[in-house]
């Protein structure tokens, strides 16, 4: 005989564990969910609000550092064309990931369920990608402004243009190595989050080959 | 959410509860896992019964929320201890599975499909729950051809677990 077979014989006889009433699942209904949408939810919320405090904190609370913004930009429309920018941008992950939690569904199929919430997480991913293209980018336009306009540091340093550009590649370098070392521990976080969905998702694509 | 709705779900889960029994049975390998598998599914059923429609069996709809919960969305918890159980089968089995007595037959294939990866599993969850290859393959998202190659290949996998 087949064994599932002689397993199905048995399987629904068994009753090991104890049977529940009615008064011990009404409390399950009000406990908190530990599922994996859950947690990538609130990573997306931390990482909203993350991004946004850094990107606004130095603006608000150092004078110093707005003064200078200001002096950068010399033109307020561009600073204000910018910050219209980067609120849009704002604004529009804030939409795909709420259409994008609204997409997942636990009475999916089992494959359209792993997929909704793995397009939310690639959501998350590019919003976080963004912000670091963003911080790299003004960071290196930072260091060309302070090296070309400021009078303190080109003096300091008596640069001529190759120490510039020694230092430049530096500072490029660093900046470069901070960036992939934060992509690298989201790397790590979502991989450690997902890796069972992944798997599963894996085996179920490799059935359709 | 209203009272009613509360009641009548809570009702209809302590009637289908085996289900989510065996779900967990099939998931996890202990006491305390099999609690908190129970009570997410629990939560996931729950969250999702506003939507549920009389027109789909409330049973069948469980097992689609209930496979869903236990393959994508539950994260084990720290209480979770990996047992070593299941380590040393494949040595033990061969003795086992010459006893002849059904028992020691079955216990030694509840331990071969616990061996399974979670998708093979849940193949053999609904295989088990009399599903046909339709209902299969629309739970999981495959086509029924794939379901049905799937299956026996899991069938020949359990063979040499069994019969190394």
New interface residues.
């Given amino acids: 005989m087949d064994e599932l077979d002689l397993l199905k014989k048995d399987w629904n006889k068994q009753t090991e564990h104890k049977t529940l009433s009615v008064k011990d699942i009404y409390p399950m209904l009000h406990k908190k969910s530990s599922s994996i949408v859950k947690m990538l939810f609130y990573i997306s919320i931390a990482e909203l609000i993350f991004w946004i405090l850094i990107s606004t904190i130095p603006y608000y609370t150092s004078d110093e550092f707005r003064t200078k913004l200001d002096k950068v930009y010399t033109n307020d429309y561009i600073l204000n064309g910018l910050n219209i920018f980067s609120f849009s941008i704002i604004a529009v992950f804030i939409y795909l990931l709420y259409k994008s939690y609204k997409s997942i569904s636990v009475t999916d199929s089992a494959k359209k369920l792993m997929e909704s919430i793995l397009k939310t997480r690639k959501i998350i991913k590019y919003y976080v990608l963004y912000n670091l293209i963003m911080v790299g980018l003004s960071l290196i336009i930072g260091l060309y402004y302070g090296l070309s306009n400021d009078p303190k540091i080109s003096n300091i340093a008596n640069l001529n243009t190759a120490k510039i550009f020694i230092i430049s590649i530096v500072v490029i370098v660093f900046i470069a190595i901070v960036i992939l070392l934060i992509w690298l521990f989201y790397r790590l976080l979502y991989g450690l989050l997902l890796k069972r969905l992944n798997r599963n998702y894996n085996e179920l694509k490799k059935l359709e080959v | 959410m209203n009272k009613e709705l ?1 009641h009548s ?3 209809l ?2 009637k289908h ?2 289900i989510v ?2 779900v ?2 099939l998931y996890t390998n202990n006491y305390d896992a ?1 609690n908190d598998l ?3 599914i ?3 059923l ?3 019964y506003p ?2 429609r009389g027109d789909a069996k409330f049973s069948t ?1 469980m097992y ?2 209930g ?3 236990a ?7 720290k209480r979770t201890i990996k047992t070593q159980e299941f380590e040393g089968v494949a040595f033990k089995m061969k003795a086992e599975y010459y006893d002849d007595t ?1 028992e020691e ?2 216990k030694v ?2 331990k ?2 616990h061996q399974l ?3 093979e599993k ?1 193949l ?1 969850f609904l ?4 599903k046909d290859y339709r209902e299969i393959s ?6 029924e051809v ?2 049905r ?2 299956m026996n290949r899991i ?1 020949t996998k ?2 040499t677990i ?1 019969n190394p």
Avoid at chain 2, 71 to 77: A, E, G, N, Q, V
Avoid at chain 2, 127 to 130: I, R
């Fill in positions: 509360e779900f809570v009702e889960l302590e509860q085996n029994h065996k967990c049975r099999h129970f009570q997410e629990t939560i996931q729950w969250r999702a939507k549920f709809w689609r929320v496979l869903n919960t393959i994508t969305l539950y994260r084990k918890s059904e037959q079955l294939l509840y071969a499909v990866n979670d998708i849940a053999v295989y088990l729950e009399d629309e739970t999981l998202g495959i086509s794939n379901a190659v799937k069938k359990l063979k069994l």
